[in-house]
T-cell receptor, first 111, second 112 residues
Framework: DAGITQSPRHKVTETGTPVTLRCHQT?????MYWYRQDPGHGLRLIHY???????DKGEVSDGYSVSRSKTEDFLLTLESATSSQTSVYFC??????????FGPGTRLTVT | EDQVTQSPEALRLQEGESSSLNCSYT??????LFWYRQDPGKGPEFLFT???AGEEKEKERLKATLTKKESFLHITAPKPEDSATYLC?????????????FGSGTRLSIRP
């Protein structure tokens, strides 16, 4: 998986609780992305980062925040989880905007 | 509105039976078109990036081509291990990295 890990791999949480997902890379790539994948919607970009402390919103950013304090780590936070945020979350990295290598994913269930 | 459509949704082939998957796109300007392979329970695996009409790229039994309105992923003499979902994605010209649009994918099944 191109030196990219995600943690946790599975999580079950209750509505209203905060959740943080972590993406860690060992490739020293500049770009990092968070996607969610849902049946019928495909992969949708939540947020992305183009450098340390440089982030921007994607297509479905409402209810999510991100932080990148180090090149290797990109955190995705759900401030108050809702059932609509039940999904599989993928992190991706890339040395340029023309390549993206995906992590193994995190399956999140909000009950 | 920018859009990416993949067809068919599912395709079942016999081992050795060649075929093509289609990715049609409607965007105001194309920066790049990407193909990925995704196995169940795993993240997408990068296959190709195509940048301009007429471009072709190959990898083992896979060959990707690009025109001004669509891309094809040709699979020659497939094997059961080629079974997966194949995803197409488009990045538009006037957008930043935030505007990468994925299609819903084609589920390919190869019977031995």
């Amino acid at each position: 998986d191109a030196g990219i890990t995600q943690s946790p791999r599975h999580k079950v949480t209750e509505t209203g609780t905060p959740v943080t997902l972590r993406c860690h890379q060992t490739e020293n790539h500049r770009y990092m992305y968070w996607y969610r994948q849902d049946p019928g919607h495909g992969l949708r970009l939540i947020h992305y980062s183009y450098g340390v402390k440089d982030t921007d919103k994607g297509e479905v950013s409402d209810g999510y925040s991100v932080s990148r304090s180090k090149t290797e780590d990109f955190l995705l936070t759900l401030e108050s989880a809702t059932s609509s945020q039940t999904s599989v979350y993928f992190c991706a990295i890339g040395g340029s905007i023309y390549e993206q290598y995906f992590g193994p994913g995190t399956r999140l269930t909000v009950t | 509105e920018d859009q990416v459509t993949q067809s068919p949704e599912a395709l079942r082939l016999q081992e050795g039976e060649s075929s093509s998957l289609n990715c049609s796109y409607t965007v105001s300007g194309l920066r790049g078109l990407f193909w990925y392979r995704q196995d169940p329970g795993k993240g997408p695996e990068f296959l190709f990036t195509l940048y301009s009409a007429g471009e072709e790229k190959e990898k083992e039994r896979l060959k990707a081509t690009l025109t001004k309105k669509e891309s094809f992923l040709h699979i020659t003499a497939p094997k059961p291990e080629d079974s997966a979902t194949y995803l197409c994605a488009v990045q538009t010209l006037e957008s930043s990295a935030s505007k990468i649009i994925f299609g819903s994918g084609t589920r390919l099944s190869i019977r031995p």
